[in-house]
């Protein structure tokens, strides 16, 4: 178990529909990314947040929107939704430590969407 | 932002054999570098990482190179073994805590 707690585990719905994926962090850590991962193909980075703000911005549609709270716990909401985005989406988080390097990033199991 | 490139996308060797992947950067500025294993139907996990200030780091049979210069890093796995067999990403991590993924590379290690 890395700490790192996503819900749900699996979600079917159909296009046009809007979904909101939840993360929950390592206890201690500040930053969570999220990433997509289609069938049999890498990870798209997505988008980071840091103590409650966003830090970073990948390949993100516009469709998708994300946000950390006060307690560190991140949403991905995914709107419109298409065939394509079917995918696991993983939720990773890290300490940001003051000394650089050190901080390597725990994933969460994922939560695959089905789109139909 | 950071660009990594991650070498070769599939990779299968003969068991007993070792393997090596590759990946590339862009920013002068990073300092870490993990690699990550993910097997069928589960998360990436940590097997190995190298930090800025290290050229070599050995675990058992998998070891990390890197060369600043050159920005790019490598993963060998000597006596490969059929649970080797998964997708292994590279990652970059660079000053403003952004970590990066290579695309990934599926290796097959045949019994």
């Known amino acids: 178990d890395s700490g790192v707690t996503q819900t749900p585990k699996h979600l079917i719905t159909a296009t046009g529909q809007r979904v909101t994926l939840r993360c929950s962090p390592r206890?201690?850590?500040?930053?969570v990314y999220w990433y997509q991962q289609s069938l049999d193909q890498g990870l798209q980075f997505l988008i980071q947040y840091y103590n409650g703000e966003e830090r970073a911005k990948g390949n993100i549609l516009e469709r998708f929107s994300a946000q950390q709270f006060p307690d560190l716990h991140s949403e991905l909401n995914l709107s419109s939704l298409e065939l394509g985005d079917s995918a696991l989406y993983f939720c990773?988080?890290?300490?940001?430590?003051?000394?650089?390097?050190?901080?390597?990033?725990?994933f969460g199991q994922g939560t695959r969407l089905t789109v139909v | 932002g950071e660009n990594v490139e991650q070498h070769p996308s599939t990779l299968s060797v003969q068991e007993g054999d070792s393997a090596v992947i590759k990946c590339t950067y862009s920013?002068?500025?990073?300092?870490?570098f993990p690699w990550y294993k993910q097997e069928l139907g589960k998360r990436p996990q940590l097997i190995i990482d190298i930090r800025s200030n290290v050229g070599e780091k050995k675990d058992q049979r998998i070891a990390v190179t890197l060369n600043k210069t050159a920005k790019h890093f490598s993963l060998h796995i000597t006596e490969t073994q059929p649970e080797d067999s998964a997708v292994y990403f590279c990652?970059?991590?660079?000053?403003?805590?952004?970590?990066?993924f290579g695309a990934g590379t599926r290796l097959t290690v045949k019994p």
């Open positions: 990652a970059v991590l660079n000053n403003n805590n952004d970590m990066r």
């Open positions: 990773a988080s890290s300490v940001d430590a003051e000394e650089t390097g050190n901080t390597e990033a725990f």
């Open positions: 206890s201690g850590d500040l930053s």
């Open positions: 920013d002068s500025a990073s300092n870490y």
